[in-house]
């Protein structure tokens, strides 16, 4: 299991980097022809006081690999447990936000971000059983 939230960690963290990257170097992501990219990368709603939130996903998702990791070699016990499943929970509320505003509010849709609101809504069903396991 913690294999899991450590790739699927990895994966967000790549998606991150390329929109991060795309972002601080002016240039429009790859969309694909499906949806606008640009358009969501644009809107006020791609950034929290000035910074990027792509490059705050970079710090999230290194931090949910990094309590994977300390998971897969059994330490930590039941906080890296709860840390885990708490970050999973309010990225997962976070990304609904976003997306929400996607839809409704920019009226664009954003391949990349409904990737990474995909892997950390994947990341949040892989920390429940965790819990479950805690006496």
Same mark, same amino acid.
């Given at each position: 299991?913690?294999?899991a939230?450590?790739?699927? =960690?990895? +994966?967000?963290?790549?998606?991150?980097a390329? &929109?991060a990257?795309?972002k601080l @170097?002016?240039? !429009?992501?790859?969309? /694909?022809g499906?949806g606008?990219c640009?358009?969501?990368?644009?809107?006020?709603? =791609?950034? +929290?006081k000035?910074v990027?939130?792509?490059? &705050?996903g970079l710090?999230?998702? @290194?931090g949910? !690999?990094?309590l994977? /990791?300390?998971?897969a070699?059994?330490?930590g016990g039941?906080?890296?447990?709860?840390?885990?499943?708490?970050?999973?929970?309010a990225?997962? &509320?976070?990304?609904?936000?976003?997306?929400?505003?996607?839809?409704?509010?920019?009226?664009?849709i954003c391949?990349?971000?409904?990737?990474?609101a995909?892997?950390v809504?994947a990341i949040?069903?892989l920390?429940?059983?965790?819990?479950?396991?805690?006496?």
């Amino acid at each position: 299991m913690a294999r899991a939230l450590i790739a699927l =960690s990895l +994966v967000g963290f790549v998606i991150s980097a390329y &929109l991060a990257y795309s972002k601080l @170097a002016n240039s !429009a992501p790859y969309c /694909a022809g499906l949806g606008s990219c640009a358009q969501v990368q644009a809107s006020p709603y =791609s950034q +929290v006081k000035g910074v990027p939130v792509a490059v &705050l996903g970079l710090a999230y998702y @290194a931090g949910l !690999a990094g309590l994977g /990791a300390v998971r897969a070699v059994g330490r930590g016990g039941e906080g890296v447990v709860l840390a885990m499943f708490g970050l999973a929970l309010a990225g997962t &509320l976070y990304s609904a936000y976003l997306t929400y505003l996607e839809f409704f509010v920019v009226l664009a849709i954003c391949l990349w971000c409904l990737a990474s609101a995909a892997v950390v809504t994947a990341i949040l069903g892989l920390s429940i059983p965790g819990l479950r396991q805690q006496p």
